[in-house]
T-cell receptor, first 112, second 114 residues
Framework: AQSVTQLGSHVSVSEGALVLLRCNYS??????LFWYVQYPNQGLQLLLK??????LVKGINGFEAEFKKSETSFHLTKPSAHMSDAAEYFC??????????FGKGTKLSVKP | GAVVSQHPSWVICKSGTSVKIECRSL??????MFWYRQFPKQSLMLMAT?????????EQGVEKDKFLINHASLTLSTLTVTSAHPEDSSFYIC??????????FGPGTRLTVL
């Protein structure tokens, strides 16, 4: 069975600082991994996905994530935070039915 | 990517009434749609998988008689919350899966049961 663990329910950074959101997964098969962003009262927007091609995945809005099989991790990073990055971020792994299994989410706050 | 809409975007109803939520795939014929539920400050939890022309597959703990799903066409799936109660208040989100297995989410429906 697949599962996702996001470390830290809330992360706060200063504008311009590095953003690091942690995600570890568990999967019995080669995983498909995703990062989504959710703004208040809105649906989810795909930031990036890993589908067994390049281990360093670049997404929208300057985000990227690196798949590390040895660490079962797929951490999300952005070199320089922007105020507009403040949102909830969800890591997800593809489930056996084609659905997604989500982590509990990390709320990112960006301080001016 | 595919565009998914949901209607209504929010609804307030009295306890005991039924509420229908529509999920439409605007530019893709989706044989499979997914319904998720998100409680405040929590993650999305899969409720059921909606299959066009056949019965939905419900996750453990989700009452199929309470959450009726109809996927009558390739572009429309509906979720009806029957005899809604305050504990059913949540954010309901649908998604579709395209041929590359990428999922596209609707904007969600906020249900508040008084």
């Amino acid at each position: 069975a697949q599962s996702v663990t996001q470390l830290g329910s809330h992360v706060s950074v200063s504008e311009g600082a590095l953003v690091l959101l942690r995600c570890n997964y568990s999967s019995s098969v080669p995983p498909y991994l995703f990062w989504y962003v959710q703004y208040p009262n809105q649906g989810l927007q795909l930031l990036l996905k890993y589908t067994s091609a390049a281990t360093l995945v670049k997404g929208i809005n300057g985000f990227e994530a690196e798949f590390k099989k040895s660490e079962t991790s797929f951490h999300l990073t952005k070199p320089s935070a922007h105020m507009s990055d403040a949102a909830e971020y969800f890591c997800a792994v593809g489930g056996s039915q084609g659905n997604l299994i989500f982590g509990k989410g990390t709320k990112l706050s960006v301080k001016p | 990517g595919a565009v998914v809409s949901q209607h209504p975007s929010w609804v307030i109803c009295k306890s005991g009434t039924s509420v229908k939520i529509e999920c439409r795939s605007l530019d893709f014929q989706a044989t499979t749609m997914f319904w998720y539920r998100q409680f405040p400050k929590q993650s999305l939890m899969l409720m059921a998988t909606s299959n066009e022309g056949s019965k939905a597959t419900y996750e453990q703990g989700v009452e199929k008689d309470k959450f009726l799903i109809n996927h009558a066409s390739l572009t429309l799936s509906t979720l009806t919350v029957t005899s809604a109660h305050p504990e059913d208040s949540s954010f309901y989100i649908c998604s579709i899966r395209d041929r590359s297995n990428e999922q596209f989410f609707g904007p969600g429906t906020r249900l508040t049961v008084l």
